[in-house]
């Protein structure tokens, strides 16, 4: 049950991906442009990039569809990690809402940080970490070994998560090697494990709707490698506050909890809904919340 759910899943991502201009291919700039035609875009267009990763695709979804409230016209841009970071340094992009930080994104944020303004945490209290099934019996990452796993599953190559697992690797010295993928297929190769209770060690990150729906845990890590207390930064180019400033006002605004975020991750995932439409139902069951955001007057 679990396998064809992440299936669905993968491909609904697959799918919103492209109908939200998050591919940056002809198609879906056209897309893009419909819906901004439908929303108005009275006050200019915003371009957020980010990674495609299930809490970002939540994230995204949801301040955009604020932004959209406001008037602007916006333009979801999905790009590796780097060049999230690289395209708002150099004013290709207005911002994102994805910096994981201080340590899963800190050799972007130590490179590119000085040219771009950090308008602090929109969600804090996330980590990252390696995490298996509660049914292993493996409690460290000391024990993540060829005895009783094939390999580490992770995520895609640049990712902080797997940068801190290929220090992980070397510090425990471990002989097991990492295999990078995705996120949908991370989690596909989860589900796909538990549902048949075999050994599988994964790149893991919280907030993330694989800890709501599977009994996973992450793993100690007596050498300190991955951050037990992280906090998710919103991004913004230089220039923003001139050019855009209510949406600089709404972007700076912009904070909520893991249990917000996780709801809209479960409505994708789990109750099959495309991300735009789990992004409006959390919206309109959070409205005093959201009003907060648009307050042009409010600042955090």
């Given at each position: 049950?679990?396998?064809?759910?992440?299936?669905?899943?993968?491909?609904?991502?697959?799918?919103?991906?492209?109908?939200?201009?998050s591919?940056?291919?002809?198609?879906?700039?056209?897309?893009?442009?419909?819906?901004?035609?439908?929303?108005?875009?009275?006050?200019?267009?915003?371009?957020?990039?980010?990674?495609?990763?299930?809490?970002?695709?939540?994230?995204?979804?949801?301040?955009a569809?604020?932004?959209?409230?406001?008037?602007?016209?916006?333009?979801?841009?999905q790009?590796?990690?780097?060049?999230?970071?690289?395209?708002?340094?150099?004013?290709?992009?207005?911002?994102?809402?994805?910096?994981?930080?201080?340590?899963?994104?800190?050799?972007?944020?130590?490179?590119?940080?000085?040219?771009?303004?950090?308008?602090?945490?929109?969600?804090?209290?996330?980590?990252?970490?390696?995490?298996v099934?509660?049914?292993?019996?493996?409690?460290?990452?000391?024990?993540?070994?060829?005895?009783?796993?094939?390999?580490?599953?992770?995520?895609?190559?640049?990712?902080?998560?797997?940068?801190?697992?290929?220090?992980?690797?070397?510090?425990?010295d471990?002989?097991?090697s990492l295999?990078?993928?995705?996120?949908?297929?991370?989690?596909?190769?989860?589900?796909?494990?538990?549902?048949?209770?075999?050994?599988?060690?994964?790149?893991?990150?919280?907030?993330?709707?694989?800890?709501?729906?599977y009994?996973?845990?992450?793993?100690?890590?007596?050498e300190?490698?991955?951050?037990?207390?992280?906090?998710?930064?919103?991004?913004?180019?230089?220039?923003?506050?001139?050019?855009?400033?209510?949406?600089?006002?709404?972007?700076?605004?912009?904070?909520?909890?893991?249990?917000?975020?996780?709801?809209?991750?479960?409505?994708?995932?789990?109750?099959?809904?495309?991300?735009r439409?789990?992004?409006?139902?959390?919206i309109?069951?959070?409205?005093?919340?959201?009003?907060?955001?648009?307050?042009?007057?409010?600042?955090?």
């Amino acid at each position: 049950m679990h396998l064809l759910k992440q299936g669905k899943w993968v491909l609904a991502l697959s799918l919103s991906t492209f109908s939200l201009a998050s591919c940056g291919d002809a198609d879906s700039d056209e897309a893009s442009d419909d819906e901004s035609n439908e929303t108005g875009g009275e006050n200019g267009e915003i371009e957020l990039t980010y990674v495609a990763w299930e809490s970002e695709v939540a994230s995204n979804n949801v301040i955009a569809l604020v932004l959209e409230e406001a008037g602007y016209d916006v333009n979801l841009n999905q790009v590796e990690q780097a060049i999230m970071w690289q395209s708002v340094a150099q004013g290709d992009a207005d911002g994102f809402v994805a910096g994981w930080l201080p340590s899963d994104m800190a050799t972007d944020y130590e490179r590119y940080g000085d040219e771009m303004v950090d308008l602090g945490p929109n969600l804090e209290g996330n980590r990252t970490g390696l995490a298996v099934p509660d049914y292993m019996d493996v409690t460290s990452i000391e024990e993540v070994t060829s005895n009783n796993f094939d390999e580490i599953t992770g995520i895609d190559p640049g990712a902080g998560v797997v940068d801190s697992t290929e220090q992980a690797v070397e510090a425990y010295d471990l002989d097991i090697s990492l295999q990078t993928s995705s996120d949908a297929a991370m989690t596909a190769a989860l589900g796909s494990a538990i549902e048949n209770e075999e050994p599988i060690v994964v790149t893991a990150w919280e907030p993330h709707w694989k800890f709501n729906t599977y009994d996973i845990r992450f793993l100690e890590d007596p050498e300190g490698i991955y951050e037990e207390e992280e906090e998710i930064r919103t991004m913004v180019r230089e220039g923003l506050e001139e050019d855009e400033p209510e949406a600089y006002q709404i972007l700076d605004n912009f904070y909520w909890e893991t249990d917000d975020m996780n709801e809209v991750m479960l409505d994708i995932a789990e109750n099959e809904m495309e991300p735009r439409d789990a992004a409006q139902a959390w919206i309109d069951d959070n409205r005093d919340m959201v009003d907060e955001w648009l307050d042009a007057d409010s600042e955090e």
